[in-house]
């Protein structure tokens, strides 16, 4: 039996919406599991659920082999860290991080030790005696997290925590999380939309869409076989190139560029996907494009182009020297393309 | 250079409306402190005179009303309870009011947050023969408690409240939820320290309502010993320098209340968060 199981939860909100459909998961102990989807597809909700914060309309959650649907948000042990960090603005840094530990009737000494402790750890031990609105959006994230470490609950939640720091801070933070999630080893699940967090933290990623979960597995998994097409779309930056197209005994037809796939497949309608980085450009390709727009970003360069009707992108390194309206040659190899079925949505 | 025009105008304007407020306390203040026979000679007085400790002490001490049994000093403890009872109840009950409306799922909670909004509509003088009978019934007249409660409960302090509370993330509540708090310490360890401002707002308020209450305590009381200083005022049958020193007397709560929670009233007036 795993740490944490979900099973066929459903959540359907008192105005019809569903914002989670018949999901099931189960958590080891000591994993970090990453949520990630669209605003809106119902990471959030299940989240939450795991919380306590939101009834479950069907299903059931165990942890540590208790059905907690029942238990009391206060009773089941979790911590959760809030995308606006819901830091009590009347306490001082310590109070807030003291707050849950007084509830549990920890003696003062005690929650002295642990408040320093995780205040040191994180490095926030001189703001004890501030109060949140004399801190900056970091310090605010390092408090939001010391209150959810110091109660060392079975699991942390991290509803978005990173979505309002910038862009250097985030991958700080990032990283920091990780590094502590490793140290203490407690079973966390993260929620996010953007999927380098998902990629980076997560030693699973579940692809969550309109409430329905569109795949679970490593983020190498996910990124190298994506179940469905829209996993493929959603990981992986620049987005991966879908084409259109027919296959007919293992060759690809997008308008008129042929790729052969080396098997024998026969597919009337089918989605053709290549990762930008997957298409090699050399002077031998056999195909060729004009490059409609490039774009620079220091080591690697995106261009943008055009096969038929379709747009694609593929991003190499800058060193090649190309410019918009320049015609380039390339190669996309058969072994390295993913194939969904339109009618199903799935990889073939 | 124009901009030390306007400035100039500006604090011109400011200057004005200052003397216009100020001017006239300041004459009632320095006659005070003349003998009423000066006054009576001489008409109202600009400058201080030296009777200020003898007319001050006696308008203190002195039995007056009807069968003068209340002294001023016992009128100004009246209104300070009931002032003070008013504004602590209202704060209460409003706080608490608020707190059920916004945070429990109660049904039709809006129709009753309007309901009690639109006893606004209400005022006192409407009710205030049913209020008798039901004070009088419940033994309440001649008492602290009788001139209290019939005004202890504040729509518009609800109202306030509950536009506070509503702008209050939901997250910091849940947060709480999962640090173990109840519904009792989420209300003592969040929303009174939150609201600190709010109520010192409110208190201020409710304090001068209560204090410059006329007509229910003149129906409510019988007895001269439950007197207030504003009813007082009309029934203050003195030397005129008698009148004026108690007129400048009965300012002096509602200011010293004033100074006191001024910093957080105008923190709570104008609070947007």
Redesign the interface.
Do not use: I, Q, S
């Given at each position: 039996m795993s740490f944490l199981e979900l099973q066929n939860i459903t959540k359907i909100y008192p105005n019809g919406t569903k914002a989670v459909n018949e999901t099931s998961l189960n958590i080891e102990n000591g994993e970090f599991v990453v949520f990630v989807g669209p605003s809106g597809c119902g990471k959030s909700t299940l989240l939450r659920m795991i919380a306590g914060l939101e009834d479950i309309t069907n299903g059931e959650i165990s942890l540590d082999g208790n059905i907690i649907n029942q238990i009391d948000p206060s009773e089941r042990d979790v911590a959760m860290v809030f995308q606006n960090y819901a830091l009590y603005p009347h306490m001082s840094v310590f109070n807030n991080m003291a707050y849950g530990l007084k509830n549990r009737g920890i003696s003062k000494e005690e929650i002295n030790n642990k408040v320093n402790d995780v205040a040191k750890l994180l490095e926030i031990d001189q703001l004890l005696t501030r109060k949140p609105s004399m801190l900056s959006g970091g310090q605010r994230q390092r408090v939001a997290m010391g209150r959810a470490i110091v109660r060392n609950p079975k699991i942390f939640l991290f509803d978005e925590p990173l979505s309002n720091l910038d862009a250097k801070l985030r991958n700080q933070m990032r990283l920091e999380i990780k590094r502590l999630q490793r140290q203490m080893g407690v079973t966390s699940i993260f929620v996010t939309h953007d999927q380098t967090e998902a990629m980076t933290l997560g030693d699973r990623i579940v692809v969550i869409n309109n409430g329905v979960v569109e795949q679970v597995g490593t983020p190498k998994e996910i990124y190298s076989k994506p179940n469905t097409k829209f996993v493929a779309e959603f990981i992986g930056s620049p987005q991966m190139n879908l084409f259109n197209c027919k296959i007919e005994n293992g060759i690809a037809h997008i308008a008129d560029m042929k790729i052969n796939l080396n098997n024998s497949t026969n597919i009337g309608d089918a989605t053709l996907g290549i990762r930008p980085d997957d298409i090699l450009i050399s002077d031998n390709g056999k195909h060729s494009c004009v490059a409609n727009l490039v774009e620079y970003l220091g080591s690697d360069m995106i261009i943008y182009s055009k096969i038929g009707d379709q747009e694609f992108s593929c991003k190499l390194s800058s060193k090649i020297n190309l410019n918009a309206g320049d015609t380039f040659k390339f190669e996309i190899s058969g072994t390295s393309v993913h194939l969904f079925d339109n009618t199903t949505g799935s990889r073939v | 250079m124009t901009k030390y025009i306007s400035l100039t105008i500006n604090h011109f304007i400011l200057s004005i409306g200052l003397l216009v407020m100020i001017v006239p306390i300041w004459i009632i203040f320095a006659s005070s402190t003349h003998s009423s026979l000066f006054i009576n000679t001489n008409g109202l007085q600009f400058f201080l005179g030296d009777n200020f400790i003898e007319n001050y002490s006696r308008v203190l001490f002195k039995q007056s009303g009807f069968f003068n049994e209340i002294t001023a000093l016992k009128m100004f403890f009246n209104s300070f309870v009931m002032a003070t009872g008013i504004a602590t109840l209202s704060v209460v009950t409003s706080l608490m009011a608020a707190y059920g409306l916004v945070y429990f799922k109660v049904k039709y909670a809006t129709v009753i947050f309007w309901l009690i909004f639109i006893t606004l509509l209400v005022p006192l003088e409407l009710r205030i023969m049913p209020s008798y009978i039901v004070m009088s019934k419940l033994n309440l007249v001649n008492t602290f408690a009788g001139l209290i409660l019939p005004i202890s409960a504040s729509a518009i302090a609800t109202f306030f409240f509950r536009q506070f509370y509503k702008s209050i993330?939901d997250?910091?509540l849940?947060?709480?939820?999962?640090?173990?708090?109840?519904s009792l310490?989420f209300f003592i360890?969040?929303l009174i320290?939150?609201s600190?401002t709010m109520i010192a707002a409110v208190f201020i308020f409710m304090f001068v309502f209560g204090y410059n209450q006329y007509l229910w305590p003149l129906i409510m009381t019988t007895s001269e010993q439950y007197w207030t200083v504003v009813m007082g005022l009309k029934t203050m049958y003195g030397s005129i320098s008698d009148r004026f020193a108690f007129v400048i007397m009965s300012m002096i709560p509602p200011v010293i209340i004033i100074i006191f929670l001024q910093k957080l009233f105008i923190q709570g007036i104008f609070q947007n968060k």
């Open positions: - | 993330p997250e910091l849940e947060a709480a939820k999962l640090d173990g708090t109840n310490r360890d969040f320290p939150l600190k």
